[in-house]
């Protein structure tokens, strides 16, 4: 029997998901269900499942920052997502599987058979730790990102990109010079299009960490920006902040 945790920021993604699950295996238990990650990291390293169901695309902390989080790995990934972009490629080149949403019953069993066979060879967890390694180093990627515009593409590079802002279905990207562009992308979007130079240090804010001149914890938490912007940082977000500006 493989024991399983799924981990999704949308309630009606995890039912969707348990009954794919309950309907098409036999040989899968749920242990538990999150939409809070910091619930989820807690009961990764106390229940020790052998497969993580993980939507990368959360706010507060993604998918990337949850698995860095983790002391316990022996256990097969499998990213749930929309977004079929560079970021998850990543996760395939290393042999973990993701489903797309809406989940396919026939992807799903192919993948529990994958998970089953690790399992039997007694070699879960191998490319999870291959992965969180990876995510130590900046992603790849093409150093440049595209933005649809009415009747256009513009394509900038990452190192212009200052920060991105949340606008409901839309993010507004700051870049150099006084320039700003506004996408009708929502800001997880974006995200998952830019490496690991960029962090999410705010539901609404997605700032590039080479323009960070200060930190300030006093007087509430907020980044000054090297252009004199001071944007603020959610308490949950701050640790990871410090440490990745340490690295």
Same mark, same amino acid.
């Given at each position: 029997?493989?024991? /399983?945790?799924?981990? =999704?920021?949308?309630? !009606?993604?995890?039912?969707?998901?348990?009954?794919?699950?309950?309907?098409?295996?036999?040989?899968?238990?749920?242990?538990?269900?999150?939409?809070?990650?910091?619930?989820?990291?807690?009961?990764?390293?106390?229940?020790?499942?052998?497969?993580?169901?993980?939507?990368?695309?959360?706010?507060?902390?993604?998918?990337?920052?949850?698995?860095?989080?983790? =002391?316990?790995?022996?256990?097969?990934?499998?990213?749930?997502? /929309? &977004?079929?972009? &560079? /970021?998850?490629? /990543?996760?395939?080149?290393?042999?973990?599987? &993701?489903?797309?949403?809406?989940?396919?019953?026939?992807?799903?069993?192919?993948?529990?058979?994958?998970?089953?066979? !690790?399992?039997?060879?007694?070699?879960?967890?191998?490319?999870?730790?291959?992965?969180?390694?990876?995510?130590?180093?900046?992603?790849?990627?093409?150093?440049?990102?595209?933005?649809?515009?009415?009747?256009?593409?513009?394509?900038?590079?990452?190192?212009?990109?200052?920060?991105?802002?949340?606008?409901?279905?839309?993010?507004?990207?700051?870049?150099?010079?006084?320039?700003?562009?506004?996408?009708?992308?929502?800001?997880?979007?974006?995200?998952?299009?830019?490496?690991? !130079?960029?962090?999410?240090?705010?539901?609404? &804010?997605?700032?590039?960490?080479?323009?960070?001149?200060?930190?300030?914890?006093?007087?509430?938490?907020?980044?000054?920006?090297?252009?004199?912007?001071?944007?603020?940082?959610?308490?949950? !977000?701050?640790?990871?902040?410090?440490?990745?500006?340490?690295?």
């Amino acid at each position: 029997m493989i024991r /399983a945790i799924i981990i =999704d920021d949308e309630f !009606n993604a995890i039912k969707n998901l348990k009954w794919e699950i309950e309907n098409f295996s036999n040989d899968i238990q749920i242990c538990d269900t999150f939409t809070n990650p910091l619930d989820a990291i807690s009961a990764i390293n106390y229940l020790k499942p052998d497969c993580v169901f993980l939507d990368i695309e959360m706010p507060e902390m993604d998918g990337f920052q949850l698995l860095k989080r983790l =002391d316990y790995r022996d256990f097969d990934l499998i990213i749930t997502t /929309a &977004y079929d972009n &560079y /970021a998850i490629k /990543a996760f395939k080149e290393h042999a973990v599987d &993701y489903l797309l949403k809406p989940i396919d019953s026939d992807d799903l069993s192919q993948t529990l058979d994958r998970v089953q066979k !690790n399992k039997e060879r007694n070699i879960l967890g191998e490319e999870v730790k291959k992965i969180i390694e990876n995510l130590s180093s900046p992603l790849r990627s093409s150093k440049r990102l595209a933005l649809p515009l009415i009747g256009k593409t513009i394509f900038v590079e990452l190192d212009d990109i200052i920060y991105c802002k949340s606008d409901g279905n839309y993010t507004e990207i700051y870049l150099t010079n006084d320039q700003k562009e506004t996408v009708s992308k929502k800001l997880k979007v974006i995200e998952a299009q830019l490496d690991q !130079n960029f962090f999410r240090i705010h539901n609404s &804010y997605l700032v590039n960490l080479n323009t960070i001149k200060e930190v300030v914890t006093t007087d509430g938490n907020h980044v000054i920006l090297k252009n004199g912007i001071n944007i603020p940082v959610s308490r949950s !977000n701050k640790g990871e902040l410090l440490q990745r500006l340490k690295q």
